[in-house]
């Protein structure tokens, strides 16, 4: 048994924006602000608060290792690709899976669950 | 090269019910035991085999660190976070995504993947 | 902070085929080579690229910890099985979970995503 602690960020009663333990943070699935209508602001608000994220838990986008992307449309993924790879620095992209899936609510048009080194 | 090694939990000749590395916690997708037939019996028969996974592997279910929970209907999500939330220990809420995804049988409502620490 | 660094496998300026860190190994969703057609071979193809993927990092197939299936016609579920159950060591199946999803390009009929250790 490790004596290793989990750290919460944003910790709520559903669930945690993230955990930290054995320097790796683990993400929730990410949505949009509510206020990002179209894919693109949709995708790029998803990312921002992936950045936010790491920078509170002293990591950022260079340090992700595994990310599943979850499109409701999967006819997105050329699209979605030019704003990831506009994202990602090169030498740094993590491992990744894209499939389709529909979420939680029919207004959001990505979901991004990611886990990262810290 | 790490001198680790992966402990086995239920292991079988297609899959460990949960494999132990690092002392980390990783799940196979966990599905109700048969004669849970509605939502909320499967449900509760998911969540009572993650638990008794984690204690027998000296862990619990405020150790949980990612969560990926799969409906095939995501229509069942208000109802799959009111049964969730009363399970979850306020605080220890790990991170988690919801996406809909056809399971393995029809009869199955929901399958929930999850890594903790331990 | 840890000082521990990443590893790239295979790195683009998308997404790297694995990346390492903490000694395990976190992969892409690994999809086959294009000259597998039918579903038999494309997933000898992935369960190939998964093997050769860890052989060049230090690891192999026993040491998977976490799998997911990703079909995107679950009735492939079955047959699906038979080969992945040939290609298991007995005794040294990770944790799995299969789902059903559309993938990037719909002439994929199998996608693989892993963690394994190093």
Redesign the interface.
């Given at each position: 048994?490790?004596t290793?602690t989990?750290q919460?960020y944003m910790?709520?009663?559903?669930?945690?924006?993230?955990?930290v333990?054995?320097?790796?943070i683990?993400?929730?699935?990410i949505i949009a602000d509510a206020d990002a209508i179209d894919f693109k602001s949709q995708m790029e608000s998803v990312l921002k608060k992936i950045e936010n994220t790491l920078a509170d838990l002293?990591s950022n986008k260079n340090?992700?290792?595994?990310?599943?992307i979850?499109l409701p449309d999967?006819n997105q993924?050329d699209y979605m690709?030019v704003i990831?790879?506009k994202w990602?620095t090169?030498?740094?992209?993590?491992?990744?899976?894209?499939?389709?899936?529909?979420?939680?609510h029919p207004q959001y048009l990505i979901?991004i669950?990611a886990?990262a080194?810290?």
């Open positions: 048994m490790s290793n989990i919460y910790p709520g009663n559903r669930l945690a924006r993230a955990t333990y054995n320097n790796t683990y993400l929730s699935g002293g340090k992700l290792l595994q990310v599943t979850y999967i993924f690709n990831w790879d990602i090169p030498g740094y992209a993590p491992a990744r899976a894209t499939v389709e899936a529909k979420l939680a979901e669950m886990t080194a810290c």
